[in-house]
C-alpha cells in the first residue's frame, strides 16, 4: 500500500514537474496566417470574411482593427467561425483590418499581411419616391441628407419620372447614372463603375436591379428596385459619405445650372 501511494505521488511530481514545452503532445507550433480576409461596409457596421484554415486544432480567430494606415492594430473581437461582424461604428471613418489564427493550445498565427479596409456608410429600405408631374414635392431624393425634396431643388440627386408607362429614374447633367443590372441584393454592387453612365441622363426602371448614381458633389450612391407603381417606386439605396474616392475621379460641371435631361424627355419647368 505504501508503495502504490508514494509510486502515485511520485508519477503526479513528475507529470506536473515536468515543463509542459518537452511534453510529446505538446505542440508549439503556430497556425498558418489566414487567407482571402475581405470587408462590405454597411451601415455603422462592416462584415468580415476569411477562408477557414485547414489545420485540425483550430480554436477559433482574432480580429484586429485600426483607423489609421500603417497603425498599431488593437483586439477588438474573437470569432469561432471565419466570418465576424464590427458594429456599433462611426459613418465615414475608414477603418483597417487584419486577422490572426489561434489553436487549442494558445498558439496563435501572424496577423493576415493584406491591407483591408472598409468605410461605413448611411443607407435606407423602403423609401418610396412619386411621379415627379403628379407629386413634385416628393419625388426627388438626396442622399446626403437622405431627404426627400422636390425634383428640381439644387441638392435633389435622383427622382421618379413616369414616362407615359414607362418608368424612369432621372438624374441631372452634373449628375451621372448607370443600370448595374439585376441583383439578389443591394450589397451585391460594391464599387461604382467608373464608365458606362447614361448618356441621356435617365434609367429606365426594373425590380430587382441595383443602379449606380454619381451625385453632383463627387459622391457616389447606389439603389435598388423592390416595387414599382405607376405613382411611384420604392427602393434600397446606400451613400458613399468620402469625397473623391480613389475609384472614382468625378469630372464635375457647373453646379446651379439644371437644365433639363434627354432631347427625349424635356421637363417642363
Not at 35 to 60: C, F, M, T
Request: hydrophobic share 30%; aromatic share 16%.
Amino acid at each position: 500500500m505504501k508503495y502504490n501511494i508514494f509510486g502515485a505521488m511520485f508519477l503526479t511530481i513528475l507529470f506536473f514537474g515536468c515543463d509542459l514545452r518537452h511534453h510529446p503532445f505538446y505542440d508549439d507550433e503556430p497556425p498558418t496566417i489566414p487567407s482571402g480576409l475581405s470587408s462590405l461596409a454597411l451601415d455603422r457596421q462592416v462584415e468580415l470574411w476569411w477562408n477557414g484554415n485547414p489545420e485540425d486544432d483550430i480554436a477559433g480567430y482574432n480580429i484586429y482593427s485600426t483607423t489609421s494606415p500603417g497603425g498599431r492594430f488593437r483586439l477588438i473581437g474573437t470569432s469561432r467561425t471565419p466570418q465576424y461582424f464590427d458594429d456599433h461604428l462611426a459613418n465615414g471613418v475608414t477603418y483597417y483590418y487584419a486577422v490572426s489564427a489561434y489553436d487549442r493550445d494558445g498558439n496563435e498565427s501572424e496577423l493576415t499581411r493584406a491591407n483591408v479596409y472598409a468605410i461605413p456608410r448611411p443607407e435606407g429600405f423602403s423609401i418610396a419616391l412619386f411621379d415627379y408631374k403628379l407629386y413634385p414635392n416628393t419625388s426627388g431624393y438626396d442622399f446626403s441628407s437622405n431627404t426627400f425634396g422636390k425634383y428640381d431643388d439644387k441638392y435633389t440627386d435622383i427622382f421618379f419620372d413616369n414616362d407615359n408607362g414607362t418608368y424612369y429614374m432621372d438624374v441631372w447633367k452634373d449628375t451621372d447614372i448607370q443600370d448595374m443590372g439585376y441583383t439578389s441584393n443591394l450589397d451585391e454592387i460594391t464599387y461604382a463603375p467608373d464608365q458606362g453612365w447614361s448618356p441621356t441622363k435617365d434609367a429606365m426602371l426594373i425590380k430587382g436591379h441595383t443602379y449606380v448614381v454619381w451625385t453632383w458633389d463627387d459622391h457616389y450612391a447606389k439603389f435598388r428596385v423592390t416595387d414599382i407603381a405607376p405613382d411611384h417606386v420604392t427602393i434600397d439605396w446606400a451613400y458613399q459619405l468620402v469625397v473623391g474616392n480613389p475609384n472614382l475621379k468625378h469630372q464635375k460641371t457647373p453646379t446651379g445650372d439644371r437644365l433639363p435631361l434627354s432631347a427625349g424627355k424635356l421637363l417642363q419647368h
